[in-house]
T-cell receptor
Framework: NAGVTQTPKFQVLKTGQSMTLQCAQD?????MSWYRQDPGMGLRLIHYSVGAGITDQGEVPNGYNVSRSTTEDFPLRLLSAAPSQTSVYFCASGAYRAGNLVYNSPLHFGNGTRLTVT | DAKTTQPNSMESNEEEPVHLPCNHS???????IHWYRQLPSQGPEYVIH???SNVNNRMASLAIAEDRKSSTLILHRATLRDAAVYYC???????????FGTGTRLQVFP
């Protein structure tokens, strides 16, 4: 049981380059989300999705795009990387039903992608 | 959105109990209290959650105040492996956003 898989584990970009962080889950979860975590800080929500074709913004969405074409995958795109986007990115998934995150179902997190933008 | 307040850091000795507090004075009646922890260089992992009654599982216990304005995560016997950042989060009925604060960094000494 793989859970939530994030690739790559590490990435270095130059300012202005683009890239896609991949996230896949095998738990048939409808809810998926992306967080970033800056050094010594808590997690901040970037974007989330409650099902295929549905996405919404979190606390810090600027500079990031997402799409959700399948239940399993939720890629995060940086169109023009900036040094301020240097961070560790975590993807999470959870059960979702009847318009709400299931109360007693936890979020499952991947192990993160460490991104450095120079 | 209802917010939580936690101490920045706490210390414990190995094999002693640890009580991690969380204040959530603006909690609403339908908000669930969730706790996650993040070990070094890993993603957060679920610990426990509750609504009104105290809860126990194999990892920890959750004590919820009668007025629900605060809660305490209890690790009955701390181990070195429990050194982590612990996050107290409110899961609100009317939002799909799970917002993390800065958490409490727990240090455990041998």
């Amino acid at each position: 049981n793989a859970g939530v898989t994030q690739t790559p584990k590490f990435q270095v970009l130059k300012t202005g380059q683009s890239m896609t962080l991949q996230c896949a889950q095998d738990m048939n979860h409808e809810y998926m989300s992306w967080y970033r975590q800056d050094p010594g800080m808590g997690l901040r929500l970037i974007h989330y999705s409650v099902g295929a074709g549905i996405t919404d913004q979190g606390e810090v969405p600027n500079g990031y795009n997402v799409s959700r074409s399948t239940t399993e995958d939720f890629p995060l795109r940086l169109l023009s990387a900036a040094p301020s986007q240097t961070s560790v990115y975590f993807c999470a998934s959870g059960a979702y039903r009847a318009g709400n995150l299931v109360y007693n179902s936890p979020l499952h997190f991947g192990n993160g992608t460490r991104l450095t933008v120079t | 959105d209802a917010k939580t307040t936690q101490p920045n850091s706490m210390e414990s000795n190995e094999e002693e109990p640890v009580h991690l507090p969380c204040n959530h004075s603006t909690i609403s009646g339908t908000d669930y209290i969730h706790w996650y922890r993040q070990l070094p260089s890993q993603g957060p992992e679920y610990v426990i959650h509750g609504l009104t009654s105290n809860v126990n599982n194999r990892m920890a216990s959750l004590a919820i105040a009668e007025d629900r304005k605060s809660s305490t995560l209890i690790l009955h016997r701390a181990t070195l492996r429990d050194a982590a950042v612990y996050y107290c989060i409110l899961k609100s009925y009317n939002t799909d956003k799970l917002i993390f604060g800065t958490g409490t960094r727990l240090q455990v000494f041998p």
